[in-house]
């Protein structure tokens, strides 16, 4: 009599996501953020240093625009990757270009939405609305073949040199990050000019008590969206061509 086979669970939305949760990445990150910048209580700790080195040189640089901070940022970040995991693959040259193409799209949805509002709790659920939207864009970075921004590169890279798990990983990155982003809006600014009896209801140069939330929630919600998404994707890629093209053996 002939074994049956186990049936395999089909995403409920198809198997071949491995391009489209690359663009949803570039979107839903660079949409969360925005919205996060409109909201006026912090934006992330990874994407906090940008901002503020923007709104620091924007008096002598007025061309200088966020995405192309934070592209140029980016580039700095994957030079001190290299160095951690003492290694250099051919593949980080393609997280550059995300990153470029992320800045732009990031300064389209800044210059395209317009919500700004001085009620609080409407600022804190734009807020939440941004946090939730970068945690599902970077859940989609994580499950691409393609190459990933320079973030999440660096979590990636790191927890696989040194066995880490990817989850705790990103916590400490982003708590990094974190340090960095007030190191960088105290030390460019002055905080003696800023009424910190209001700092939750309105940033520090990009530094707030929402940065200290996204830095919270950020990875357990990439944690619970992980999981939905793997439930409904699948990872299979469109151009399988494009896939082996791309993809490297390590030695």
């Not at 006026?40 to 901070?69: C, K, N, R, Y």
């Amino acid at each position: 009599m002939e074994e049956k086979k186990p049936k395999l669970n089909k995403p409920l939305l198809g198997s071949r996501w491995g391009e489209g949760m690359w663009v949803l990445g570039i979107f839903l990150v660079s949409l969360g953020v925005s919205l996060c910048s409109k909201a006026d209580l912090g934006v992330s700790m990874i994407a906090a240093p940008a901002f503020i080195i923007q709104e620091a040189l924007a008096p002598h640089l007025p061309w200088l625009t966020v995405g192309v901070t934070e592209y140029v940022y980016q580039g700095i970040v994957l030079i001190i990757m290299c160095i951690i995991v003492r290694r250099f693959d051919i593949r980080y040259l393609g997280a550059f270009l995300v990153a470029v193409i992320y800045g732009y799209v990031l300064d389209m949805w800044l210059a395209v939405i317009g919500v700004e509002t001085d009620v609080v709790y409407l600022r804190w659920l734009l807020m939440a609305a941004g946090a939730v939207t970068t945690a599902v864009g970077v859940t989609c970075f994580f499950r691409t073949y393609l190459p990933l921004e320079v973030y999440e590169l660096v979590v990636a890279e790191v927890a696989k040199r040194y066995s880490f798990k990817l989850e705790k990983t990103k916590l400490v990155y982003d708590l990094i990050q974190l340090t960095v982003t007030a190191v960088l809006a105290l030390t460019l600014f002055d905080p003696t000019e800023f009424d910190w009896s209001e700092i939750y209801m309105k940033a520090y140069h990009s530094l707030g008590v929402g940065t200290v939330f996204m830095t919270v929630v950020n990875t357990p919600i990439i944690t619970l969206t992980g999981k939905a998404a793997d439930k409904l994707f699948g990872y299979d890629p469109l151009f399988k061509g494009l896939k082996k093209l791309l993809s490297t053996r390590d030695k």
